[in-house]
């Protein structure tokens, strides 16, 4: 079945500093890609989605490159803030179904 | 705006009892979804709806039942809550029509089983 793998659980960053969270999925055809943040106390809200291979989403300096390839779709952001801090989720919806299957969360802080 | 709301935000139940989650989406959406929350395991399935009247079991449907009464609002009923219940419960709407599948989530319902 499709699924989603986050490998880092938490992260913990200074301000200024590189992100990167892997997000590796397994799936058939074409899926689209999303990547969710939830602040404290908050549902999930989409960051951004691609769609097709090759395609980079991107909002608030974050982004992230559908890779089909290497089925990957890691979130970057070049320089970090303390208000980034939140759990971010990579999802994926395949093509024809109806069904979002999430990873498990990695959990962000940020330190001023 | 897309609005999903939830109630009530946080709920004590004893074990045995009756549960019942609700949510109301106001964005004319056709899915409807209930997650659970789960340090670990982030966000999973229960059941989802495409249509008022009918339910579809997730990933996790054992101990959980649903109800789509309406487009707007679709309930999730423990019959029997037990210890294992006890997490953060997320409703959520999309609509996957013209390529607009983002969800939206609601607040989230915190249930303590004890």
């Known amino acids: 079945g499709d699924s989603v793998t986050q490998t880092e659980g938490q992260v913990a960053l200074s301000e200024e500093d590189f992100l990167t969270i892997h997000c590796n999925y397994s799936?058939?055809?074409?899926?689209?890609l999303f990547w969710y943040v939830q602040y404290p106390g908050e549902g999930p809200q989409l960051l951004f989605r691609?769609?097709?291979?090759?395609e980079k989403g991107s909002s608030r300096g974050f982004e992230a490159t559908y890779d089909k390839g290497t089925t990957s779709f890691h979130l970057r952001k070049a320089s970090v803030q303390e208000s980034d801090s939140a759990v971010y989720y990579c999802a994926l919806r395949n093509t024809g179904y109806q069904n979002f299957y999430f990873g498990k969360g990695t959990s962000l802080t940020v330190i001023p | 705006e897309a609005a999903v709301t939830q109630s009530p935000r946080s709920k004590v139940a004893v074990t045995g009892g009756k549960v019942t989650l609700s949510c109301h989406q106001t964005?004319?959406?056709?899915?409807m979804y209930w997650y659970r929350q789960d340090t670990g395991h982030g966000l999973r399935l229960i059941h989802y709806?495409?249509?008022?009247?009918?339910?579809e079991k997730g990933d996790i449907p054992d101990g959980y039942k649903a109800s789509r009464p309406s487009q707007e609002n679709f309930s999730l009923i423990l019959e029997l809550a037990s210890l294992s219940q006890t997490a953060v419960y997320f409703c959520?709407?999309?609509?996957?029509?013209?390529?607009?599948?983002?969800?939206?989530f609601g607040p989230g319902t915190r249930l303590l089983v004890l």
């Open positions: 964005n004319n959406h056709d899915y």
């Open positions: 799936a058939s055809g074409y899926p689209t």
């Open positions: 691609a769609s097709r291979d090759k």
């Open positions: 709806s495409y249509v008022a009247d009918s339910t």
């Open positions: 959520a709407s999309s609509d996957t029509g013209g390529g607009q599948d983002t969800q939206y």
